[in-house]
C-alpha cells in the first residue's frame, strides 16, 4: 500500500494542485495559504471523526511528537513557496525544485538515518549537485525558489518519518498548530475570508481537498516506504509540472536551465537503474533464505 499512496500523492501534486491553484490567480499566496490551512483542518477534523475508531493515536506521548510543531512549519513553508511560484508563473522553478528533492531525501536517509548508500547512487547525488552547480555558474544566480522548496519538503518528510505517527493524525496535529496564524492573517488581511463569487468559494473549499489528501497519502507512504524509495518515486510529480509549465502554461527553458535538468535527470536514471537492480538482488536473498 505504500506504492500506492506514494503514487496517488504524486500524481496530485503533479497535476491537480498546480491546475487548481493556478485558477485561484485572483488571490495573493498568503491569502490562499491561509485558506487553505482553514479547509484542510476542517476537512482533516471530519475525517478523524469519521474514521475515529481507525485511528493509531500515539500513546504515551513524547519528546519525539513535538517534532510535529517542527514538520507543521516545514510544510507551512513549502506551500507558501509553491503558491508564489504558481502566482509568479514559475512552474520551472517548482518543477525543479521537486526534481532535486528526492536526491536530498536520499542524502539525508543517509547522513541522518543511517540509510546505506551505494557507490552508484553516491554518484547520481554528485551528478545531481554538478547540475545546480553548472546552472549557478552559467546563469550566475542561484536558483533559490527551486532549493528552498527541495529543502523545506525534504525536511517535512525526514521529520515525518522520524514521528511515524498516523497520517491522519499527524497532518490534523500540523493544520491545527497552523490554524491560529491562519485565522490571525484572514481577519487582518483585506481580502474577504468567504468570496462572494460561488465558483471562486467553491475553488477556495475545495484547497482543503487538494491540500489534505495528498499529504495524508504521503504521510501514509513516508512510514511504510523506506526514505530512499520514497525519493525515488518522487519524480513523478516534478515531471507533471514540467509538461504543464511547457505545454500548457508556455514557459521557455532556458539553456542553463535544459543542462541542469539534463544532468539532474542522468542522477535521476543512475539512481533508478541502481535502486531497481538491489531491490532485485534484496528479493533474490530473501527467497534463498525462504
Known sequence: MG?????????????????????????????????????STLFAGLLALAWRKRLRLPSPLTRKHLLLVLSAMFIGANWLLYLMAIDRGHLLDASLGYYINPLMNVALGRIILGERLRPVQAVAIGIAAA???????????????????????????????????????????????????????????????????????????????????????????????????????????????????????????????AAMFGLIWLGLALYTVDALRGRRIETRAAALKA
Open 131 to 257: 547540475g545546480v552547480l553548472v546552472a549557478v555558474v552559467w546563469a550566475g544566480d542561484l536558483p533559490l525558489m527551486s532549493l528552498s522548496l527541495a529543502i523545506s519538503f525534504a525536511l517535512y518528510g525526514l521529520t515525518r518519518k522520524i514521528v511515524a505517527v498516523d497520517s491522519l493524525v499527524g497532518f490534523l496535529a500540523e493544520t491545527l498548530l497552523l490554524l491560529p496564524i491562519a485565522v490571525g492573517w484572514l481577519i487582518l488581511t483585506p481580502e474577504p475570508f468567504l468570496p462572494a463569487d460561488p465558483h471562486k468559494l467553491g475553488l477556495i473549499m475545495l484547497t482543503g481537498l487538494t491540500t489534505a489528501l495528498p499529504l495524508i497519502w504521503f504521510a501514509a507512504a513516508a512510514v511504510r516506504l523506506r526514505l530512499t524509495t520514497l525519493g525515488l518515486l518522487q519524480y513523478v510529480a516534478p515531471t507533471c509540472l514540467l509538461i504543464l509549465s511547457v505545454l500548457v502554461f508556455g514557459e521557455t527553458v532556458e539553456p542553463h536551465r
Open 3 to 39: 506504492l500506492v499512496y506514494a503514487l496517488a500523492a504524486y500524481l496530485s501534486w503533479g497535476l491537480v494542485v498546480p491546475l487548481h491553484f493556478r485558477l485561484l490567480g485572483g488571490f495573493s499566496p498568503w491569502y490562499i495559504l491561509a485558506e487553505r490551512i482553514v479547509w
